[in-house]
């Protein structure tokens, strides 16, 4: 196996008895290192992180950029993001155990443990929806994080703690999207019914459950919930979307290093903080079946087709693409200030992660998905195309 390489700002020195095929990776690393730098610098944006984990457990890493331009703070390996959605892969590989546990089961009516809430018949499909519905967004609810008066919400009370049931209501009498099942529309919302739907089956709160059976088990110690405004270890957050909605400054942390709008409300439609090799390596124990056992995992990659792009396909809290390296599966995340991205490659083993301190894709000058492609093509083959 391998050295576990580490690449930032330059490429660290060989160790003295370096295997002789640690050359080659070490020469890709320097490409995939210099390609990011190269792409920071033509498009502008702050900063990246870049970390991946083969199939013979070697871990590497690159970054680019500042974590903080305007204090001069270089970008490091291990400074954290906000992953957005990402943390719906959390929430779905749990619904996959508790339901191997027999203490939910993903075709239960979400009436069974929501049914008896005085707001229940104003939602949309409340009667037919299913918990697989809502991990697979085919619930026909609306997202309520697109809805105006959210926002408005939030900005009027930026450290303001949200119950569930006060983000459902923003969709509450609502005619339905389509009928339960029939249909998908992504929807932050449908990870909220669910998670009320687990805590209710559980009696547990769901990031204690997380992090006893995913997160600790795994190692991941630089994943944590985003759900407090002081979150240590952040790169500066640069937001576009949310200042035009709200109006925040150009910086998501203040001068004190805390959020100016509290993430908590994300809970189950995203919820943690993380890095990129952590992501990496949480995608990689998920495709090496080291998560959820093998008839889950398929269960989790029986995807339905998706508005997210060409071909691309939904699963249970699972994005399945195509590239140029056979089919992938993964996430991607959006939070205001941050993009991220996690891929894991079946037919090779691998998985990566990407993650941008803003939010402003057109900066980029592609997707994350395809600027993640890249740089796995130049560590893979040396094709970055």
Same mark, same amino acid.
């Given at each position: ?12 020195? +060989? ?5 002789? #095929? ?18 920071? @610098? ?6 990246? !992180?870049?970390a991946?984990?083969?199939? &013979?457990?070697?871990?590497? #890493? ?7 331009? @305007? ?23 749990? +619904?996959?155990?508790?339901? @191997? ?57 930026r450290?303001k ?11 509450? &009498? ?14 932050d ?14 009696? #547990? ?12 088990? %795994? ?51 995203g919820?943690?903080?993380? !890095? ?57 995340g959006?939070f205001?200030?941050?993009?991220? @991205? ?5 037919e090779?083993?691998?998985a ?19 600027? %993640?492609?890249? %740089?796995?093509?130049?560590?893979v ?5």
């Open positions: 196996m391998l050295s576990t390489l580490i690449l930032s700002a330059a490429v660290m020195a +060989a160790p003295a008895q370096e295997p002789a #095929a640690a050359a080659p990776a070490r020469d890709r690393l320097q490409a995939v290192h210099a390609h990011l730098a190269a792409l920071q @610098e033509a498009r502008g944006f702050p900063g990246a !992180t870049f991946f984990v083969l199939a &013979d457990g070697t871990e590497g #890493a690159v970054v680019a950029g500042f974590a903080d331009r @305007e204090a001069g703070v270089a970008m490091r390996p291990n400074h954290r993001m906000l992953a957005g959605s990402i943390g719906k892969t959390w929430f779905a590989c749990l +619904a996959m155990l508790l339901a @191997e546990d027999g203490v939910i089961g993903l075709d239960d009516p979400l009436s069974k443990w929501l049914g008896k809430e005085p707001w229940f018949a104003r939602l949309p499909n409340h009667d037919a929806i299913t918990l697989r519905h809502l991990l697979r967004h085919r619930s026909g609810v609306r997202e309520h994080v697109q809805e105006p008066a959210f926002w408005q919400a939030v900005n009027a009370e450290t703690i949200w119950k569930p049931e006060e983000l459902v209501a923003f969709v509450l &009498d609502d005619e339905p999207l389509f009928a339960a099942g029939e249909g998908w529309s992504y929807a919302t449908n990870y909220i019914l669910a998670g009320m739907a687990m805590e209710r089956a559980t009696g #547990a709160r769901l990031y204690d459950l997380v992090e006893q059976r995913l997160i600790r088990p %795994l190692g991941l110690f630089a994943t944590t919930p985003s759900d407090r405004m002081r979150l240590p270890g952040l790169a500066q957050g640069h937001p576009v979307l949310m200042r035009r909605m709200l109006g925040v400054p150009e910086r998501m942390l203040d001068e004190d290093g805390r959020m100016v709008v509290n993430p908590q409300f994300e809970w189950t439609g919820g943690y903080v993380s !890095t990129s090799l952590d992501l990496a390596r949480w995608a990689q124990a998920i495709g090496a079946g080291r998560v959820v056992p093998k008839a889950r995992l398929a269960e989790m990659l029986d995807a339905v087709p998706a508005n997210t792009g060409p071909g691309d396909r939904y699963g249970l809290g699972l994005q399945v693409r195509a590239s140029r390296f056979g089919a992938t599966f993964g996430h991607g959006w205001p200030g941050w993009l991220s @991205e996690t891929v894991y490659f079946p090779l083993g691998l990566a992660a990407i993650q941008i301190n803003t939010d402003d894709m057109r900066s980029l000058g592609a997707p994350p998905y395809q600027r %993640l492609l890249e %740089l796995v093509g130049l560590l083959d040396g094709k970055g195309d």
